[in-house]
Structure formats: structure tokens, C-alpha cells
């Protein structure tokens, strides 16, 4: 094996780039290897963007617990990341008398879970705080550390701090199985060809089963693949103020209306059983399904407003909870397992995950901590990574210096979003480059509007053919496979 | 011979009426449903002579884009449109070009000329 | 070519409608007029649409989109008529400021006596007709697929499906053909074209291009690229038929759904959109309800034939052109009072030359800081004292006055602005 690593990191979502985050704090070499053409391709792509407060998970469940504690540190994170994270609150609205009643039952959930700052509002004051509810709502669960982000730039910046940290990128270089002494684990095979480690961390989120079975754990360990669909709205249309979520069934959380970091309003997921882990359709009775949801809370919402469809997996695991007399059975897998070494497993990581991510990665520490195998710690480690210029988000006198300083910040390129060609370039030779259009989208905003990409996608795709320094026909949307063009026009076949 | 009826749509204006033509062989003998005389005009020509306008792009060497739009001056015979496209295929012009330039002269024998759209500067 | 802050007529896109509203601005008289447009050159859409069947009307020739836009560039141009390229505009107040940024000009604000909103459409999307299936690449609308392959010279697709009987459909059917692309089908929801008959024959019916009314798009399929659409048949209530499902293998397809007029910027300045149109209300000067600003072409309605856009474009230049002229008179009229010396303001602000008639006009004002000393307060125009009154002191928590007498009145009337000072005297 040509390259060896102490640690690597299987899977670039937010799980996986905060280990990378937390363990690039010591004095060793982190690999992390990500099959997709960019980092945060999976679930982190595609889910609510809620910072949980921690009300919902079993008690007693370590879905619970780092949820509870993920949420804590998203204050300092965010400031030392510099990702969107806006903590106002979320609620749990009851329809009706029968639903009102069901919010006390949240109320002790949440007291159990540790969760500060929850309440039980009348409808009045529901409808005070959220002008466009429903008229018939009866009251709400306040929970005012609840809260939303940006889970696009939240990896990202997890990544990229890892990254200036000394931590070792691979996209496109897909895990295929372990290589093994004995028992103990000393590299993975990849696409790329072997590398090898002296720890492996499972953080592959949708195919975390593929993994630990290759490493010979828990064989009866499942993810099943739960999809679900949501709209974008129009924020010129309509805007609304919270994160509103119905009062939870055995479904689930439900489908919600949320506002988000970027001023939309979002409505979603249903939650449907899938067997292909990478179908992320929308349909017409998926479609149907959260209409009808949002309609419930917020009855004014015209379907003239969508302007975005789109479908995330869950993770949806069948892992037992630590604490076998929970008889709890869909609960987060971390662990150091003893059937083998160098493994630090990680499995069914779906919601709360965006929210735990923080904590889980501090819990992977500890564990390797206890085993004994963390080095010295760093003295220069710098947790701070800084955000780049965002034209849109600037005062006019901000502009005014940024255009003279650089005049492709000038340039508008997204009309929608007010995105500039600065930021596309700074995006393309940023720490981790955003190389294909997906990639420019998540971390910019650009092609989000309710023109969705119809101006700038000409655009962008010249950007990134001149700033890669390849042709225009070269540019995919998401990787290999997604080219948006196929020849000039006038090199016809034949 | 026998007769047969063939169906034809007029665009000579945007009503679009739809002629019913009845043909022996080649020579139209009735034409119905015709709301003007241009729909009579229009089934003479169709049937002898179909002839269309043609748009297409070539490629242009030094120029602010790659292409510059380009049509033939007068319809065309329908038949020579395949014919017409491959050649300008081929077809590359220096920058600057003047709208209205000549690009391909006399094509394909018609006596038409395919100009130039517009016109495209030299690229900085 | 420096861009000054202040135009009698700003012109906002430089299509058809655009193109013709700053033409009729310069002929109906107005000093400056300047169009802003994001595209690197003027014409708009125009640029893109190299088929003919434009000029029709106005010229009575059959012309190509980009040869009618010509005809009104030249025009333009040669009437003085500025321009600002690749240049975005972010906002427009009602006060008729505009808010642009561009990596030429940098981020400026330009004032304007006088606007004609004439950005045009954008295209309906996918989700907004809420297609359901996967997001690969492949999914274009007509107008991106037109762009790539007229403008920037790139084919984006081998195998197309294209969903929508509109014209941009039928004419990107024919225009994809041409450069050696298979247009597998045309599907269309309603059961009757929506586009015009000519096309029709011209695009599909001559490459044997199959169109199938009663249909749509069931699903799109494919992760990375699109592989295969899925078509159904629909009922006279748009429910799908059941059984008439087809998969037809493709890598492309083309959303010709409809258009849609692009006003967020309207919104931004106060204008009043018609829900039904889509467009700002407007009167026959195509005059929208905020004054001075005024809208020409698809930004108000879709239309259908180009001619129609220049005589709108016409229209709304010629009713912009005058009412910015009106505007210079109407600050010819008026005087405005500007604080000088230890003046910290004066009231009135402004006088109105038509009331300078037998009844004197009193001023009044603060100091900045006090003068124990006698003191001058004067009014000049610039160059001449017009006149001044004397006071043994000035302190900021005593008003001062001073008065301009119907015999000074002469003289005002001959500036648009005076100027109020202490000095010492």
C-alpha cells in the first residue's frame, strides 16, 4: 500500500466532516474519503435543516442525549464556522382539543431529555407569533432552542476547517471493503486503490451497513431507506416567521412549515419506504402528501408559490439502543466494537443527526480517547473558519468597496439570489473547490430562485470550464456522468 | 388515373386552414376549404414546388461568440434543406462580420444566398 | 463611456421593447437616455432567436431575430442613446433610483426621471408544474437549450423529448434537428396546439417529428443525466390514463411551458401587478400606477408577435420621453433654498417660481454655532447678493428670518437655487 493514514473517515456528510473536524485537533494524519463528487452529497444534501431542540427523541435513547448536547454547541460552532444557524425557537402546533392534549405528554418527554426553555402557548399567542396559522390552531410546545441552518455550508465549513487543519480530502474515491491482519483492520480498498490506517470510523451514512458488514459487524443490521419529498416556496410570495411542526404521531415527526436560513418557506418530508437508496424522485403522491400536511398549518399557501421540488433518504437504521431495557430499536450506532480493531462504527445516523453531529463527533473522541488511541494534541489548531463575501447579504457601502477590490463581485450571475461571479471564483479555489454545478449551487445559493438556474446555468458552467481551465462540455452537474453538454453544435456524429 | 384526397395545411397567414387538395397523380384538380385566395397559391406551391426559408448558425474564427446566426435570403426548395445544413457545417468566417454579408453564395445552384443575421465584432 | 447619476430616461432591458422605448424617449425629446442590460450586447432575447418570421408587420420582411434587433440598435445608437452592458439591476425604489452592479461600473446608484421596465420573461419550470421523477441533468427549459446551441455554440443533448406544443418548443424542435439531434416527440397536456399552426408544419409535420396532444410528462428518469422520460395520456380533466404509459429513452427534455412576465423589480418600485397577466396595470401610455415609471413588451403581457412589442415599446418611450421633459420643467419652476455658512438649514426648503407674485416670502433658519458679533445674513444665487439683513448676533436657540421682497423677485425668478450664509459683517 503506497499511502498510509492513522485515521480514515469513510463518508463526507456532516457526521463524517466533523469527526474529521474534531479529530484533526491531534497530532496525526486524517484521511476522509467521500465516493460523491463533493462533500455533504447524501442525507446532509437533502432534509429540513432543523437544530433540533431534543424533545422528540426516546428518553433514555443516545438519539436523545446528543441531540440535546448537538444542540448546546451549535452557538460556538456556527461562530467558529461561520454557517447560517438562527435559534428561534420551533413549536408543535395542536389542531383541535384532542392534539392539545397530546402536547403536555412532549412537555414531559422533553423535561426527561434535559431540554430547557419548552412551554405550552394558548392559540392566541400562537397566531400572535405566526400570522398566517391556522385559525383553528388550539396551542403549541414552545421549545426556544430550536432552531435552522444551512446544512450545506455547515459541512462545508466542517471540511474546510478540517482541511486547513492538516485532514486529507479524496472525493470521488468510493469504499469497496477492508483489508485485514487478523483481526484488526490496517486499510480500506477503494476505487483509487488501497490505503492504509490504523483506524477506520464507518460515517457512511445511507451505506453504513455495507460497511460494518464488510468489516464483520452486526450482520443484522439494516438501513432501510425512507425518502422524503419537499417543496421550496416563493419568498417573495409568502414568508413565514417559524419552524411549525404538527403534533407528532407514530409516523413521526410530520411533515413541516418552516422558514429558513434563506428566508424561504419549505414544507416537508413525507416519510416513505424505499428499496433503491439513491431514488430521490419526487411524486405525485409524495407531492400530494406534504401539500395536504402544510395545509393543515398554514391554509393560505398557494401551490402557485412552489418554486423548488426536491427528496432526501433517511438513514433509517435498526440498531438497539445501548440501553436494552428501552426495547428501543432505531437508535444511533456508535461504537468501538470489540469483534475487531482499529473500527469505530457508526450507523443509522438520521434525524436528529444534522443537529447531533457535533456531539457525535465529540463522542468518537471520547471513544478513542478511552481506547487509548489519540496522540498528542495540536498546539496550532485554529478552530476558526472564516466566511467568505456574500454580495447579497452586504450593505451598499459593503458593495461599493467589494466591487472595487475585486470587480467579478460586480458581476451578478445568479438574478434571482444576487449571487456574483466572485463568489462562484471563490468557490472553485476555495480549500475543498467546488467543481461541478451542484457543488456551486450548496455552497453559494446560486440557481436556487424562482427562475430555478434558467439564467445562470449558462453562466456557471462557463465560469467553471474557464476557472478548471476544460471545456464547457466537461462540466457536470453533480460528477461524472451528469455532463450538461454532449459537442459544439456544428461537430455533428456522421 | 385515380383520385385521391390529401390534406394540407395553409401558412400563409396564421389562420392555418386546414385544404382539402383532390390529386390525380401530381395535378391538383380541386382544392376545398380554402378561406382566401393565398390558400389556392400556397397548394400550388406546395405540391410543385414546396420551398422553405431556412436559419441556421456557422462558425465564425475571432469572433465576441463561436457562431453567428445566418438565413437564406428566399425560400428554398424543401428537398435541398439536408443538403444546405451539411454545407454550412463546414462553413467558418473570420470576425468581424457585417450583417447582411454574404456567407454562402448561390446555394446548391439557386441562385439564394445564405446572409449573415447580424453582426459579431471581433472578440478583445 | 462615463455613466452619469442622473438620466431623463432609464430603460431597463434592451429587447424589442426596450430597443423601442429609449428609441421614441430620444425622438419625443428627452436629453439622455440610457439602457441597462445584463447580456454582454444588446437584443435581448432576440439574440437567440435566429429563426425569421419577425418584422412582418413593421417592415413587411421576413426577418430573423437578430437582424429586427439590429434595425433598432443601429437606430438607437445613432440617436445617442447610452448604454450600460453586462450590467444587473438589483433594485428600483418608487423614487425612480436604480440600484445596479456590474464589473465595469461597480455598484452605483443611477436616478432616473423617467423608467420603462422592459425585462421580459423568464420560462415556467419544472417545479412549477411539479413534474415528478429525479433531477438529473438534461432538464432544460427551451429558452437554455436555445441559448447553448445558437449563441455559446454547445449541443446540450443527442435525444430529445420535449414537453410543450408552444412556438419556443416547435422552433427549438426544427433548430436541434438541424444541428443532427433526434427529437423523439412532442408532448403536449391540452388538446389543441398551443403555438402557432405555421410552426407547426415548419418544425414538426416537415421532419416527421411526432406531436401527441392529450399528453405529458408521468415521471422523468435517470440519476446523473436523464435516460428516459415517461409519457401518459391525459383525460379532458388532465387525469392520467392509466395503461397509456410509455417509457421513451432520451437524455434531454425540453419544458416549453409557458412563460412567464419577470417582474420582481416592478414589485420593488411600488408597481401594481395584474395577478391575471402576470404584468404591471397599465394605462394606453403604458403608464403604471407609480409615476414615471413605465412598462413595454412581455414584461407586461406574453405576446406573440414581435411587431406588437415595438409598437408597445414605442408607446411607453414616447409617454416616458415626455413625462421626464415634464419633470425638468416642473425643477425649472422651483427654487431650492441651500443652507451656506453656519446655516444649519432654512425653511422652505424649495419656492415655487409661479408664486413669486405681491406677497414677500419670509425665510427661516437655525445657526450651527453661535456669533457674539454683528452678523450679515445674506441670500446670493451664486453669483449676486440678492439681498441681506443685518444682526447683532446669532445663537443656534434663536430662530433667524429673513425676508425676500416682491422687488428681489426679478432676480430669484432668473436661478433655480439660492443660498442662505452668516458672516461676519
Same mark, same amino acid.
Given at each position: 500500500?503506497?499511502k498510509?493514514f492513522?485515521?480514515?473517515?469513510i463518508?463526507g456528510g456532516?457526521v463524517?466532516s466533523?469527526i474529521a473536524?474534531r479529530?484533526?485537533?491531534?497530532q496525526?494524519?486524517?484521511?476522509l474519503?467521500?465516493k460523491?463528487?463533493?462533500?455533504g452529497?447524501?442525507?446532509?444534501s437533502a432534509?429540513?435543516a432543523?437544530v433540533?431542540?431534543?424533545y422528540?427523541?426516546?428518553?433514555?435513547?443516545?438519539?436523545?442525549?446528543?441531540?440535546v448536547?448537538?444542540?448546546t454547541m451549535f452557538?460556538?460552532?456556527?461562530?467558529?464556522?461561520?454557517?447560517?444557524?438562527?435559534?428561534?425557537?420551533?413549536?408543535?402546533?395542536?389542531?383541535g382539543?384532542?392534539?392539545?392534549?397530546?402536547?403536555?405528554k412532549l412537555?414531559v418527554?422533553?423535561k426527561k431529555n434535559g431540554?430547557?426553555?419548552?412551554?405550552?402557548l394558548p392559540?392566541?399567542?400562537v397566531?400572535r407569533?405566526?400570522?398566517?396559522?391556522?385559525?383553528?390552531?388550539?396551542?403549541?410546545?414552545?421549545?426556544?432552542?430550536?432552531?435552522?441552518c444551512?446544512p450545506f455550508?455547515?459541512?462545508?465549513?466542517?471540511?474546510e476547517?478540517?482541511?486547513?487543519?492538516g485532514?486529507?480530502?479524496m472525493l470521488?474515491?468510493?469504499?469497496q471493503?477492508?483489508i485485514?491482519?487478523g483481526?484488526?483492520?490496517?486499510?480500506?480498498k477503494?476505487?483509487?486503490?488501497?490505503?492504509?490506517?490504523?483506524?477506520a470510523?464507518?460515517?457512511?451514512g445511507?451505506?453504513?451497513?455495507?460497511?460494518?458488514h464488510?468489516?464483520?459487524?452486526?450482520?443484522?443490521?439494516?438501513?432501510?431507506?425512507?425518502?422524503?419529498e419537499?417543496?421550496i416556496?416563493?419568498?417573495?410570495e409568502?414568508?413565514?416567521?417559524?419552524?411549525?411542526f404538527?403534533t407528532?404521531t407514530?409516523?413521526?415527526k410530520g411533515?413541516?412549515?418552516?422558514?429558513?436560513?434563506?428566508?424561504?418557506?419549505?414544507?416537508?418530508?413525507?416519510?416513505l419506504i424505499?428499496?433503491d437508496?439513491?431514488?430521490r424522485?419526487?411524486?405525485?403522491a409524495?407531492?400530494d402528501?406534504?401539500?395536504?400536511?402544510?395545509?393543515k398549518?398554514?391554509?393560505?399557501l398557494k401551490?402557485?408559490h412552489?418554486?423548488?421540488?426536491f427528496?432526501g433518504?433517511?438513514?433509517?437504521g435498526n440498531?438497539?439502543?445501548?440501553?436494552?431495557?428501552?426495547?428501543?430499536?432505531h437508535?444511533?450506532i456508535?461504537?468501538?466494537?470489540?469483534?475487531?480493531?482499529?473500527?469505530?462504527?457508526?450507523?443509522?445516523?438520521?434525524?436528529?443527526?444534522?443537529?447531533?453531529?457535533?456531539a457525535?463527533?465529540?463522542e468518537v473522541?471520547?471513544m478513542?480517547?478511552?481506547?487509548?488511541a489519540?496522540?498528542a494534541?495540536?498546539r496550532?489548531?485554529?478552530?476558526?473558519?472564516?466566511?467568505r463575501?456574500?454580495?447579497?447579504?452586504?450593505?451598499h457601502?459593503e458593495?461599493q468597496l467589494?466591487?472595487?477590490?475585486?470587480p467579478?463581485y460586480g458581476r451578478?450571475?445568479?438574478?434571482?439570489?444576487?449571487?456574483t461571479e466572485?463568489e462562484?471564483i471563490?468557490?472553485?479555489?476555495?480549500?475543498?473547490?467546488?467543481r461541478?454545478?451542484?457543488a456551486?449551487?450548496?455552497?453559494?445559493w446560486?440557481?436556487?430562485?424562482r427562475c430555478?438556474?434558467?439564467?445562470?446555468?449558462?453562466?456557471v458552467?462557463?465560469i467553471l470550464a474557464?476557472?478548471?481551465?476544460v471545456?464547457p462540455?466537461?462540466i457536470?452537474?453533480?460528477?461524472?456522468?451528469?455532463?450538461?453538454?454532449?459537442?459544439?453544435?456544428?461537430?455533428v456524429e456522421g | 388515373?385515380?383520385?385521391?384526397?390529401k390534406?394540407?395545411i395553409?401558412?400563409?397567414?396564421?389562420?392555418?386552414?386546414t385544404l382539402?387538395?383532390?390529386?390525380?397523380?401530381?395535378?391538383i384538380?380541386?382544392?376545398e376549404?380554402a378561406?382566401c385566395?393565398?390558400g389556392?397559391?400556397y397548394? &400550388?406551391? /406546395? $405540391?410543385?414546388? %414546396?420551398r422553405? !426559408?431556412?436559419a441556421?448558425?456557422v462558425?465564425?474564427?475571432? @469572433?465576441?461568440?463561436?457562431?453567428?446566426?445566418v438565413?437564406t435570403?428566399?425560400?428554398?426548395?424543401?428537398?435541398?434543406?439536408?443538403e444546405?445544413?451539411k454545407e454550412?457545417? &463546414?462553413? /467558418? $468566417?473570420?470576425a %468581424?462580420?457585417? !450583417?447582411?454579408q454574404?456567407v454562402?453564395?448561390?446555394?446548391l @445552384?439557386?441562385?439564394i444566398?445564405v446572409?449573415?443575421?447580424?453582426?459579431l465584432?471581433?472578440?478583445? | 463611456?462615463?455613466?452619469?447619476?442622473?438620466?431623463?430616461?432609464?430603460?431597463i432591458?434592451?429587447?424589442?421593447?426596450g430597443?423601442?422605448?429609449a428609441?421614441?424617449?430620444?425622438k419625443?425629446?428627452?436629453?439622455?437616455?440610457l439602457?441597462?442590460?445584463?447580456?454582454v450586447?444588446?437584443?435581448g432575447i432576440l439574440?437567440?432567436?435566429?429563426h425569421n418570421?419577425?418584422?412582418?408587420?413593421?417592415?413587411?420582411e421576413?426577418?430573423?431575430?437578430?437582424?429586427?434587433?439590429?434595425?433598432?440598435?443601429?437606430?438607437?445608437?445613432?440617436l445617442g442613446?447610452?448604454?450600460?452592458?453586462?450590467?444587473?439591476?438589483?433594485?428600483?425604489?418608487?423614487q425612480?433610483?436604480?440600484y445596479v452592479?456590474?464589473?465595469t461600473?461597480?455598484?452605483?446608484i443611477?436616478e432616473?426621471?423617467?423608467?420603462?421596465?422592459?425585462?421580459?420573461?423568464?420560462?415556467?419550470?419544472?417545479?412549477?408544474?411539479?413534474?415528478?421523477?429525479t433531477?438529473?441533468a438534461?432538464?432544460?427549459?427551451a429558452?437554455?437549450?436555445q441559448?447553448?446551441?445558437?449563441?455559446?455554440?454547445y449541443?446540450p443533448?443527442?435525444?430529445?423529448v420535449?414537453?410543450?406544443?408552444?412556438d419556443?418548443?416547435?422552433?427549438?424542435?426544427?433548430?436541434?434537428?438541424?444541428?443532427?439531434?433526434k427529437?423523439?416527440?412532442?408532448?403536449?397536456i391540452?388538446?389543441?396546439l398551443?403555438?402557432?399552426?405555421?410552426?407547426?408544419v415548419?418544425?414538426?409535420?416537415?421532419?416527421?417529428?411526432?406531436?401527441q396532444?392529450?399528453?405529458t410528462v408521468k415521471?422523468?428518469i435517470?440519476?446523473d443525466?436523464?435516460e428516459?422520460?415517461?409519457a401518459?395520456?391525459?383525460?379532458?380533466?388532465?387525469?392520467?390514463?392509466p395503461g397509456?404509459e410509455e417509457?421513451?429513452p432520451c437524455?434531454s427534455?425540453l419544458l416549453?411551458?409557458?412563460?412567464?412576465?419577470?417582474n420582481e423589480?416592478?414589485r420593488m418600485a411600488?408597481?401594481l401587478?395584474?395577478?391575471?397577466?402576470?404584468?404591471?396595470f397599465?394605462d394606453?401610455?403604458f403608464q403604471?400606477n407609480?409615476?414615471?415609471?413605465f412598462?413595454?413588451g412581455?414584461?407586461?403581457h406574453?405576446?406573440?408577435?414581435?411587431?406588437?412589442?415595438?409598437?408597445?415599446?414605442?408607446?411607453?418611450g414616447?409617454g416616458?420621453?415626455?413625462?421626464?421633459?415634464?419633470?425638468?420643467?416642473?425643477?425649472?419652476?422651483s427654487?431650492?433654498?441651500?443652507?451656506?455658512?453656519?446655516?444649519?438649514?432654512v425653511?422652505?426648503?424649495?419656492?415655487?417660481?409661479?408664486?413669486l407674485?405681491?406677497?414677500?416670502i419670509r425665510?427661516?433658519m437655525?445657526?450651527?454655532?453661535p456669533?457674539?458679533?454683528?452678523?450679515?445674513?445674506?441670500?446670493?444665487?451664486g453669483?449676486n447678493?440678492?439681498?441681506?439683513?443685518?444682526?447683532?448676533?446669532?445663537?443656534?436657540?434663536?430662530?433667524?428670518?429673513?425676508t425676500?421682497?416682491?422687488?428681489?423677485?426679478?432676480a430669484?425668478r432668473?436661478?433655480?437655487?439660492?443660498?442662505?450664509q452668516v458672516?461676519?459683517?
Open positions: 500500500m503506497q498510509k492513522d485515521v480514515i473517515i463518508g456532516v463524517g466533523m473536524r479529530l484533526s485537533r491531534f496525526w494524519d486524517v484521511l474519503i467521500e460523491g463528487a463533493d462533500v452529497v447524501g442525507s446532509s432534509n429540513t432543523i433540533h431542540a431534543g422528540d427523541p426516546l428518553p433514555g435513547s443516545l438519539k436523545a442525549r446528543l441531540n448536547l448537538g444542540n452557538d460556538q460552532l456556527a461562530g467558529e464556522l461561520n454557517f447560517a444557524f438562527d435559534r428561534r425557537g420551533d413549536y408543535v402546533v395542536a389542531i382539543d384532542e392534539e392539545f392534549a397530546e402536547l403536555e412537555m418527554q422533553g431540554v430547557p426553555g419548552m412551554s405550552i392559540g392566541a399567542e397566531r407569533r405566526e400570522k398566517h396559522i391556522t385559525p383553528n390552531v388550539s396551542g403549541a410546545v414552545w421549545a426556544s432552542t430550536g432552531g435552522i444551512d455550508q455547515i459541512t462545508v465549513a466542517a471540511i476547517n478540517a482541511i486547513n487543519n485532514v486529507t480530502v470521488e474515491t468510493e469504499f471493503d477492508f485485514f491482519e483481526k484488526r483492520i490496517v486499510g480500506v477503494t476505487n483509487r486503490g488501497d490505503i492504509g490506517c490504523t483506524w470510523i464507518n460515517c457512511a445511507m451505506y453504513s451497513d455495507f460497511v460494518m464488510k468489516a464483520g459487524i452486526r450482520p443484522d443490521f439494516k438501513i432501510t431507506p425512507r425518502r422524503g419537499y417543496f416556496l416563493d419568498r417573495a409568502i414568508s413565514i416567521d417559524n419552524v411549525l404538527p407528532p407514530e409516523k413521526g411533515i413541516l412549515v418552516t422558514t429558513t436560513v434563506h428566508g424561504n418557506t419549505v414544507i416537508g418530508p413525507n416519510a424505499i428499496d437508496k439513491e431514488d424522485s419526487v411524486t405525485t409524495g407531492m402528501e406534504i401539500w395536504e400536511g402544510a395545509m398549518l398554514i391554509p393560505s401551490k402557485s412552489i418554486i423548488a421540488t427528496a433518504i433517511r438513514s433509517y440498531g438497539p439502543s445501548r440501553d436494552p431495557s428501552l426495547n428501543y430499536n437508535d444511533f456508535i461504537e468501538i466494537p470489540e469483534e475487531v480493531q482499529g473500527f469505530v462504527n457508526l450507523g443509522g445516523i438520521e434525524s436528529p443527526g444534522l443537529t447531533s453531529s457535533p457525535i463527533a465529540l473522541e471520547d478513542l480517547r478511552d481506547a487509548k489519540l496522540p494534541e495540536k496550532d489548531w485554529d478552530p476558526i473558519r472564516l466566511a463575501p456574500r454580495f447579497r447579504e452586504m450593505s457601502q458593495r467589494i466591487v472595487e477590490r475585486d467579478a451578478v450571475i445568479c438574478r434571482c439570489e444576487n449571487i466572485g462562484i471563490a468557490e472553485i479555489h476555495a480549500p475543498l473547490p467546488a461541478n454545478y451542484d456551486i449551487k450548496r455552497r453559494t446560486c440557481g436556487t430562485g430555478q438556474a434558467g439564467f445562470d446555468t449558462p453562466r458552467v462557463a474557464k476557472e478548471l481551465g471545456s462540455i466537461d457536470t452537474k453533480k460528477g461524472p456522468g451528469s455532463e450538461f453538454l454532449f459537442r459544439k453544435t456544428k461537430e | 388515373m385515380t383520385e385521391e384526397m390534406k394540407l395553409c401558412i400563409a397567414c396564421p389562420k392555418g386552414c382539402d387538395l383532390t390529386m390525380s397523380g401530381d395535378t384538380l380541386k382544392i376549404n378561406s385566395k393565398n389556392y397559391e397548394a &400550388e406551391r /406546395e $405540391i410543385h414546388d %414546396p422553405r !426559408m431556412v441556421s448558425t462558425k465564425v474564427k475571432d @469572433g465576441v461568440h463561436p457562431l453567428v446566426p438565413y435570403e428566399k425560400a428554398i426548395p424543401k428537398r435541398q434543406i439536408h444546405l445544413l454550412l457545417r &463546414e462553413v /467558418e $468566417i473570420q %468581424p462580420v457585417e !450583417m447582411g454574404v454562402l453564395a448561390d446555394v @445552384g439557386t441562385g444566398s446572409v449573415a443575421s447580424r453582426s465584432p471581433k472578440a478583445m | 463611456m462615463a455613466i452619469k447619476d442622473m438620466y431623463d430616461v432609464v430603460v432591458g434592451s429587447g424589442p421593447g430597443l423601442a422605448a428609441i421614441s424617449a430620444k419625443a425629446g428627452a436629453d439622455d437616455v439602457i441597462i442590460e445584463r447580456d450586447e444588446l437584443g439574440l437567440q432567436c435566429i418570421g419577425f418584422g412582418v408587420e413593421i417592415f413587411k421576413d426577418l430573423p431575430g437578430p437582424g429586427y434587433a439590429q434595425r433598432f440598435i443601429n437606430d438607437a445608437l445613432s442613446v447610452e448604454t450600460m452592458l453586462d450590467t444587473m439591476v438589483l433594485d428600483i425604489t418608487s425612480r433610483k436604480i452592479s456590474s464589473k461600473y461597480g455598484f452605483r443611477i432616473a426621471r423617467a423608467i420603462v421596465l422592459a425585462m421580459g420573461c423568464r420560462e415556467r419550470t419544472r417545479s412549477q408544474i411539479r413534474l415528478p421523477g433531477r438529473p438534461g432538464v432544460y427549459t429558452g437554455m437549450a441559448r447553448w446551441t445558437n449563441v455559446e455554440g449541443m443533448g443527442k435525444k430529445f420535449i414537453l410543450g406544443s408552444g419556443i418548443g416547435m422552433i427549438m424542435a426544427r433548430r436541434l434537428t438541424f444541428e443532427g439531434a427529437v423523439e416527440r412532442v408532448l403536449e391540452m388538446p389543441f398551443t403555438g402557432l399552426t405555421r410552426n407547426y415548419q418544425c414538426l409535420l416537415d421532419y416527421d417529428i411526432t406531436l396532444l392529450h399528453h415521471r422523468i435517470g440519476n443525466r436523464v428516459a422520460i415517461e401518459v395520456q391525459v383525460d379532458d380533466k388532465w387525469n392520467m390514463v397509456t417509457i421513451i437524455d427534455l416549453s411551458v409557458g412563460l412567464i412576465p419577470e423589480l416592478s411600488g408597481v401587478i395584474d395577478p391575471v397577466t402576470g404584468g404591471p397599465v394606453e401610455t403604471t407609480v409615476p414615471g415609471i412598462a413595454a412581455n414584461v407586461v406574453v405576446y406573440d408577435l414581435v411587431d406588437w412589442v415595438t409598437e408597445a415599446g414605442f408607446a411607453a414616447d416616458a420621453g415626455k413625462f421626464a421633459i415634464a419633470q425638468k420643467k416642473k425643477a425649472a419652476q427654487i431650492n433654498l441651500i443652507a451656506g455658512n453656519n446655516v444649519r438649514y425653511v422652505p426648503h424649495r419656492i415655487e417660481k409661479e408664486n407674485k405681491d406677497e414677500p425665510l427661516q437655525r445657526v450651527r454655532q456669533m457674539e458679533e454683528p452678523v450679515w445674513v445674506e441670500v446670493h444665487d453669483d447678493l440678492i439681498t441681506r439683513k443685518g444682526e447683532r448676533y446669532v445663537r443656534p436657540g434663536e430662530m433667524v428670518t429673513v425676500l421682497k416682491p422687488k428681489d423677485f426679478d430669484i432668473k436661478t433655480d437655487r439660492l443660498t442662505v458672516v461676519p459683517r
